[in-house]
């Protein structure tokens, strides 16, 4: 009998088997394989795509994590994973899982130290400003500063481990006995025909539903009209697996949006040019929030506006910073950016009213001076002023990826609806119940691959059953 993906029945055959099989090339996934690998496991790692891509690649690639190596190189004091953890359950207003919070934050850090030591990924800290919501500057990227390199190094570890990453395999069934122990999964191939692969554990690695329009519609109705700017391959097959398992679900209506994706480009502009002094106004012209509060709930702020779209103002001194992230300057190839002396060519580059704009510039003018307040509670005071030349980006708001799942241990095993663990099933990154709560305004910056990694590492670490 198959239910919901599921298979009670005994496999018809078996075409190969591994001790560990993990669904997923993405962060997760591959930093599992690592691990498993590591411990003496024979690792499978399936990929329902030609190519390794996913949610990792279309990333900034910033992974935040307290008390490294790498943070006291470079002088900073972040010596606790304690100051993490309530850094998180600050952002959520404590509607984090606590469990899971105090997990990742402790777990992040020792991941980030052991990929570089076995696998000699390098880890660079970014300190030139801090992202909402973090007390001290814990950003770890690879050189390149892209999820795209994060990707392929992981992949190049993967590759010199001798880890298979079998590609255009996408799963399409498990087999699972009465205990509920998985036996095998099967895979769908391009010609049309399946392969049954036995494993003595399963790894889910594989996100949350982001792409699964019916399914966001149901648990995330706020964003349903939002473009989403994840894989179209994120279906939510973990969780649907899942629930037919009995499994544990949580926080399925928390996500990560974005409150800035060039529009129609649909390229990520950094958050960075709003901690840096930028503005967001709506097509009168107007500010409509706090663009300190978090880019993940300006998604519904910036989506709520008229069309749905607003525009980053910024000018040539945070324009000439944000060149440094490979996104902004593709932007900038790409035409997205518009530049402009004055107030008045401003207007005309963006078609906003000028009267309103050049009025809402000289309220900044006045936050920035102390002289008067924000409404919206924004301090303007720690950076300089907007001046012209003026630059400026028609943004939209966005859906990222889903931020609930399955309720895992802190071995990463996937628990019951009562609290009891699968006998050989494990989970991580968006599969798994993140760390930002049931809200969008939960999310912590980073908090994707924050859970990706620390939860593959987990996962990969005690998947020897």
């Not at 411990?39 to 910033?62: C, K, N, Q, W």
């Not at 392969?195 to 792409?211: R, S």
């Amino acid at each position: 009998m198959t239910l919901g993906g599921i298979s009670r029945d005994t496999p018809p055959r078996i075409d190969a088997e591994a001790d560990v099989v993990i669904i997923g090339a993405g962060a997760c996934g591959l930093v599992a394989a690592l691990r498993a690998k590591a411990a003496g496991a024979d690792v499978l790692v399936l990929e329902r795509d030609a190519s390794p891509s996913g949610s990792t690649s279309m990333s900034s690639g910033f992974v935040p994590a307290p008390a490294t190596r790498f943070q006291r190189a470079i002088g900073v004091e972040d010596d606790t994973p304690e100051l993490f953890e309530a850094d998180l359950l600050a952002k959520s207003k404590g509607k984090s899982d606590k469990r899971l919070a105090r997990l990742a934050s402790r777990t992040i850090g020792p991941a980030l130290e052991w990929l570089a030591d076995a696998h000699g990924l390098d880890w660079i800290v970014l300190d030139d400003f801090l992202y909402p919501g973090h007390s001290r500057h814990r950003m770890h990227a690879v050189p390149e500063k892209t999820g795209a390199a994060l990707l392929a190094r992981l992949l190049t570890a993967v590759e010199q481990a001798d880890i298979p990453v079998v590609t255009d395999a996408p799963v399409t069934k498990l087999f699972a006995d009465t205990d509920n122990r998985i036996t095998a999964v099967e895979i769908s191939r391009p010609d049309g025909h399946t392969e049954t692969l036995g494993c003595k554990a399963l790894i889910l690695a594989c996100n949350g539903y982001g792409g699964n329009r019916e399914l966001v519609a149901r648990h995330i109705p706020e964003i349903a009209e939002g473009m989403y700017y994840g894989h179209e391959g994120n279906k939510g097959d973990a969780i649907l697996w899942g629930e037919a398992l009995g499994a544990e679900l949580k926080h399925l209506s928390g996500y990560q949006g974005h409150g800035s994706l060039a529009h129609p480009h649909g390229i990520l502009i950094s958050w960075a040019l709003m901690m840096e002094g930028g503005i967001q106004v709506n097509l009168e012209g107007r500010r409509f929030s706090n663009e300190h509060g978090g880019y993940s709930e300006q998604a519904v702020h910036v989506l709520g506006q008229p069309d749905g779209v607003a525009w980053d103002i910024y000018d040539a001194r945070i324009h000439a910073f944000a060149l440094g992230f490979p996104d902004y300057a593709e932007a900038v190839k790409a035409g997205a950016i518009r530049e402009a002396s004055d107030v008045s060519g401003l207007a005309k580059v963006t078609g906003l009213p000028e009267a309103a704009l050049a009025e809402t510039l000289g309220d900044i003018a006045r936050y920035q001076s102390g002289e008067a307040d924000d409404p919206f509670s924004r301090d303007f005071t720690g950076k300089p002023g907007l001046a012209p030349p003026y630059y400026a980006v028609k943004v939209t708001g966005a859906l990222f990826h889903t931020q609930g799942g399955l309720m895992i241990d802190d071995e990463a095993r996937v628990l019951d609806r009562a609290g009891k663990p699968f006998p050989n099933l494990f989970a991580g990154g968006g599969a798994a119940c993140g760390v930002s709560g049931p809200e969008v305004s939960g999310y912590l910056s980073g908090n994707g691959l924050l859970t990706a990694i620390a939860f593959g590492y987990l996962a990969g670490s005690f998947c020897q059953v």
